[in-house]
């Protein structure tokens, strides 16, 4: 008989390829452990949404990240109607499905927001690991090798330790915010598949750098990155980046997502312009989507939801500011 994480995934694989990430059943488990409440929908005519709940008492925000699937007119308005039905005050939602897809959703009228999730990524396609070597931009290449011969070492693994105390060093350097250790071991439990690569120096086996990729139907996702930048010579933060590519390659996977790049044509003024030139080294091709779009379906109840958004957001704030 199969589990309900077994069919959820597996009609999601019907209704697209790759079916995302985002939409999996181990995902929404991982939201329902950081204070969402999932809702897994299935909306009529093979269309579904996982769906996540968050809300002020009776008024409810509803959140698709990469949904519906599939991505359809028809899908749009069987999830609306839905939360019309569901007394659903404001429906956030960002469909896997290309920049012109948002004449859909004005039509029905959506409003573009901020997003959540990457509007733009880069994905490489997944060869033999001596071919995909020889594609890398020459920098790249060089880094892998001379991290190679040097002698740093990559453990596969689940440890998400190690990953929050190389990204707790990127959040010290760059004054970002990135998620708590608990986050990562949630992630690493529940994902359909979820791995860290850490890499250490040959000797002491201190951590230089840590990735963690998920993989699913066919796909592999490049979520979370960190390094300290200890002991640069040995190239850790490259070997650990190859590591998590070459290791999908080997087992059978079709492509590669990095997961975020800065939008086509954006300057050295874009926050992300240094990792978009680091990641494009590493070759595959840009794609962009429609991006987040939310519909207001009650006035009262959004203008709640969005003070309450204000409020969380300035208690976060107040908490880094002190520690």
């Given at each position: 008989?199969m589990?309900?994480?077994t069919?959820?995934?597996?009609?999601?694989?019907e209704?697209?390829?790759p079916?995302?990430?985002?939409?999996t059943w181990?995902w929404?488990?991982?939201?329902?452990r950081?204070?969402w409440t999932?809702?897994?929908?299935?909306?009529?005519?093979?269309?579904?949404?996982?769906v996540q709940?968050?809300?002020?008492g009776?008024?409810r925000?509803?959140y698709v990240?990469?949904?519906?699937?599939?991505a359809?007119?028809?899908?749009?308005?069987?999830?609306?109607?839905w939360?019309?039905?569901?007394k659903?005050?404001?429906?956030?939602?960002?469909p896997?499905?290309p920049p012109?897809f948002g004449?859909?959703?004005?039509?029905?009228?959506?409003?573009?927001?901020p997003?959540?999730?990457?509007e733009?990524?880069?994905?490489?396609?997944?060869k033999p690991?001596d071919?995909m070597?020889?594609?890398?931009?020459?920098?790249r290449?060089?880094n892998?090798r001379?991290?190679l011969?040097?002698?740093?070492?990559?453990?596969?693994?689940?440890?998400?330790a190690?990953?929050?105390r190389?990204s707790?060093a990127?959040e010290?350097?760059?004054?970002?915010?990135?998620?708590a250790?608990?986050?990562?071991?949630?992630?690493?439990?529940?994902?359909?598949?979820?791995?860290t690569?850490?890499?250490r120096h040959?000797?002491t086996?201190?951590g230089?750098a840590?990735?963690l990729?998920a993989r699913?139907?066919?796909?592999?996702?490049?979520l979370f990155a960190g390094r300290t930048?200890?002991?640069?010579?040995?190239?850790?933060?490259?070997?650990a980046?190859w590591?998590g590519?070459?290791?999908?390659a080997e087992a059978?996977?079709?492509?590669?997502d990095l997961?975020g790049v800065p939008?086509?044509?954006s300057?050295p003024?874009?926050?992300w312009?240094g990792l978009?030139f680091?990641?494009?080294?590493y070759g595959?091709?840009?794609?962009?989507?429609a991006g987040?779009?939310e519909?207001?379906l009650?006035?009262?109840?959004a203008?709640?939801?969005?003070?309450?958004k204000?409020?969380?957001?300035?208690?976060?704030?107040?908490?880094?500011?002190?520690?």
């Amino acid at each position: 008989m199969m589990t309900g994480a077994t069919a959820w995934d597996g009609d999601l694989e019907e209704q697209a390829s790759p079916s995302p990430l985002l939409q999996t059943w181990g995902w929404g488990e991982v939201q329902s452990r950081a204070g969402w409440t999932i809702e897994r929908v299935r909306l009529g005519a093979g269309s579904m949404a996982s769906v996540q709940l968050r809300g002020v008492g009776p008024v409810r925000e509803a959140y698709v990240p990469r949904g519906p699937i599939p991505a359809s007119a028809g899908s749009i308005d069987a999830l609306v109607e839905w939360a019309r039905e569901a007394k659903i005050a404001k429906l956030r939602l960002e469909p896997e499905a290309p920049p012109a897809f948002g004449e859909v959703l004005t039509a029905r009228g959506f409003i573009k927001g901020p997003p959540t999730q990457p509007e733009h990524t880069r994905i490489l396609e997944l060869k033999p690991p001596d071919e995909m070597l020889a594609s890398f931009k020459q920098g790249r290449r060089y880094n892998i090798r001379t991290g190679l011969k040097r002698g740093a070492v990559v453990e596969e693994g689940k440890d998400g330790a190690e990953l929050a105390r190389q990204s707790a060093a990127v959040e010290r350097r760059e004054s970002i915010s990135l998620p708590a250790r608990a986050y990562y071991d949630l992630l690493l439990e529940h994902l359909p598949w979820c791995r860290t690569y850490v890499a250490r120096h040959p000797e002491t086996r201190e951590g230089l750098a840590a990735v963690l990729v998920a993989r699913h139907g066919g796909r592999a996702y490049h979520l979370f990155a960190g390094r300290t930048g200890a002991h640069p010579e040995l190239m850790g933060n490259d070997l650990a980046w190859w590591a998590g590519i070459r290791a999908a390659a080997e087992a059978g996977c079709r492509d590669y997502d990095l997961w975020g790049v800065p939008p086509p044509g954006s300057g050295p003024e874009h926050p992300w312009h240094g990792l978009g030139f680091f990641k494009a080294e590493y070759g595959g091709e840009e794609v962009g989507y429609a991006g987040a779009w939310e519909l207001v379906l009650s006035s009262a109840g959004a203008r709640l939801i969005d003070i309450e958004k204000r409020a969380r957001r300035g208690i976060r704030g107040l908490k880094r500011n002190i520690s």
